[in-house]
């Protein structure tokens, strides 16, 4: 079973301010348990039953978010970045989650047209910088079983990026 919904809005606050958002609510369950092989008791062959009936699937976050607030003046524009994942089960069984997690980043970028080289159509210069709070935590997890156990890789470090591009 599965029930969600998603609502994204752009507001625009005259030329030069943006604020985008979107929320997402997802509740998927299992329908009902299933069978996973035999085991013997007392010499017969009996189905193995998997209790996942009414349990959330895993690595489904019931809530997510991302907004971005973006300002343009001229050649200068620049970001700020916000992503919300909430706890997703990293189990079959439900038994163990992973917490939630909000990173910020922020993005600037200017036209440098005005000091391009000629043989050049256009040249711009960025920096975007992750993860400014240093958020620690699980960005991608992966299910090992019913329960008991998972892999998890956590959320990379706080980076800072340069980029120079021109086009031709």
């Known amino acids: 079973k599965t029930n969600g919904a998603d609502l994204v809005g752009t507001l625009e606050f005259g030329p ?3 604020l985008y958002n979107a929320v997402s609510y997802t509740s998927a369950k299992y329908g009902s348990d299933y069978l996973s092989g035999t085991k013997l008791v007392n010499g017969v062959s009996t189905p193995v039953t998997v ?3 009414g349990k959330y699937v895993p690595l489904s976050p019931k809530w ?3 907004t971005v607030f973006s300002v343009r003046y001229g050649g200068f524009e620049g970001q700020i970045i916000g992503d919300y994942v909430g706890r ?3 189990t079959y069984l439900n038994d163990l989650s992973v917490k939630s997690n909000f ?3 922020l993005q600037a970028s200017w036209d440098l047209d005005g000091v391009k080289p000629d043989w050049t ?4 210069a960025s920096i975007n ?3 400014i709070t240093n958020t620690k935590g699980i960005s991608t997890a992966v299910v090992t079983g019913n329960s008991g156990g998972y892999q998890g890789f956590p959320i990379a470090p706080q980076m800072v990026f340069v980029t120079l591009s021109a086009g031709f």
């Open 64 to 66: 997510m978010n991302k």
């Open 16 to 18: 030069h301010y943006r």
């Open 88 to 90: 997703r089960y990293v």
């Open 121 to 124: 159509r256009s040249a711009k």
């Open 129 to 131: 910088l992750t993860n």
């Open 51 to 53: 209790a996942t009936g």
């Open 103 to 105: 990173q910020i980043g």
